[in-house]
């Protein structure tokens, strides 16, 4: 396919970022409509640049996302930055009608993660640490798969989007950085360091799921012992922005 196009990036404060999303008809994943918008919607992702985006996020109110992490997408990390963030190579993907559960152990991490529709902010939001995902994938063909690490953080993200939800409704508030205070003051320290100075405490999720139409209620608990600095630049983080992301 040609030159697909990028599409314009819809901001906090449009409703379609706050409305749950339609079902996607499986049948019409393999219409060239909707292989021109899973084109365009990668083609948008990876010159934002980000990790993930969400069909509502270029005002397409259908549950339909895509991934990617990748080398190109971990800056200036460490290595050890990386491990600590469990960031592996994710091929591009594509879920329609994404539904997730716990998996593993159950174990959350907080890390630092940010929106391509929330520009110019970040903050710290407790996620799963591994997930299950049931989806359809490009082909309409059933997915079921667990991804764990910063994976499972970019689809919780991007699965929030579908639902109407921002990672604002789940974000520590008083962790809310703008991205230069961010990569002034917490790129490349520890969570707790965020939490000690700022005054918030580290979170878990709460026990039983929201409801697609609900927001998340936080309930405050120990500081995370696996929490470490991290950055989900919409949809994924690729670390910090004004050392990584020019705009
Ligand atoms: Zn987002």
């Not at 962790?175 to 100075?197: H, V």
């Amino acid at each position: 396919m040609s030159d697909p196009g990028i599409l314009p990036i819809v901001e906090c404060g449009d409703p379609v970022l706050r409305r749950p999303a339609e079902p996607v008809d499986p049948s019409d994943l393999r219409t060239s409509e909707v292989r021109l918008l899973i084109a365009r919607m990668r083609a948008t992702m990876e010159a934002a640049p980000g990790v993930g985006l969400a069909a509502p996020q270029v005002g397409v109110p259908i549950r339909l996302v895509v991934l990617r992490d990748g080398p190109e997408r971990w800056g200036q990390l460490t290595e050890d930055e990386r491990m600590a963030r469990e960031r592996y190579d994710l091929p591009f993907t594509v879920l329609a009608n994404p539904a997730f559960q716990p998996a593993g152990d159950g174990e959350q991490v907080s890390f630092y993660e940010g929106c391509l529709s929330v520009p110019g902010l970040t903050g710290v939001v407790a996620r799963h640490r591994a997930v299950r995902v049931e989806a359809l994938d490009e082909h309409g063909e059933p997915v079921d798969r667990v991804f764990s690490g910063w994976a499972a953080r970019i689809v919780q993200h991007e699965v929030d989007h579908v639902r109407g939800r921002l990672y604002l409704d789940r974000v520590e508030s008083r962790s809310l950085s703008t991205i230069g205070s961010y990569a002034r003051l917490w790129a490349g320290r520890p969570t707790e360091d965020a939490a000690a100075s700022l005054g918030f405490a580290l979170s878990r999720l709460a026990a039983q799921p929201a409801t697609d139409h609900g927001q998340s209620s936080a309930a405050i608990f120990r500081p995370r012992r696996r929490a470490v600095p991290g950055r989900l630049r919409d949809d994924h983080p690729a670390g910090p922005p004004g050392k990584r992301h020019p705009r």
